[in-house]
């Protein structure tokens, strides 16, 4: 099938990674990209959102491009880069389909543009955030493949991650849930 959309309000997300949500100092805008770490990363926090009735988990990581691309943008699906991962504490990720992304591992949904080396927050569970980040409106990318009540994964798609159906022979760990259809 072809890649089509699935709205916003339709799917959410399972937060996989390791870590609670903590209280703490949030910041003024959850979609600023940070040159160098300013919260810790792995640090996780909750918000409630009224259009989609129910929490989100936003987590702090860092964005590594891999070999097919250098930037990723708002909405972007993005996979634990296994390699760049170790120098990070597991908190390194990328958009795009290289060999060393774990598709079947935690991911993360860019909540604003993000470029090689940069810090910055994820939608990673619960409720897609479009209350704190209006940018997450709409429609989200997936395979074409997605039916109601169906576990997602992240699949490969023009060189990026978009999400598809979870099947039995590749899923390490299912990190999203559709309550609809695409298309």
């Given amino acids: 099938m072809a890649a089509t959309d699935l709205d916003d309000g339709k799917f959410f997300m399972v937060d996989n990674w390791p870590g609670v949500p903590t209280n703490g100092p949030n910041p003024a805008d959850w979609t600023t990209v940070d040159a160098t770490e300013i919260f810790p990363l792995g640090t996780k926090r909750l918000v409630y959102d009224d259009t989609n009735n129910g929490w989100a988990t936003l987590m ?5 491009a891999a070999t097919s691309s ?28 290289a060999d060393d992304c774990a598709l079947n591992g935690p991911l993360a949904v860019a909540l604003g543009a993000m470029r090689d080396g940069k810090f910055g927050w994820f939608w990673v569970g619960g409720v897609c955030p479009v209350d704190t980040v209006s940018g997450l409106g709409g429609n989200h990318t997936t395979d074409g493949n997605v039916a109601a009540g169906a576990a997602m994964d992240a699949v490969k798609a023009s060189n990026l991650n978009v999400f598809g159906l979870a099947n039995t022979d590749d899923v390490g760990m299912i990190s999203a849930y559709a309550s609809s259809d695409d298309g």
Avoid: H, P, R
């Fill in 60 to 64: 702090y990581l860092k964005f590594c």
């Fill in 70 to 97: 250098t930037a990723c943008a708002i909405k972007s699906l993005c996979a634990q880069d296994v390699a760049e991962s170790l120098a990070a504490g597991g908190y390194c990720i990328v958009n795009d389909v």
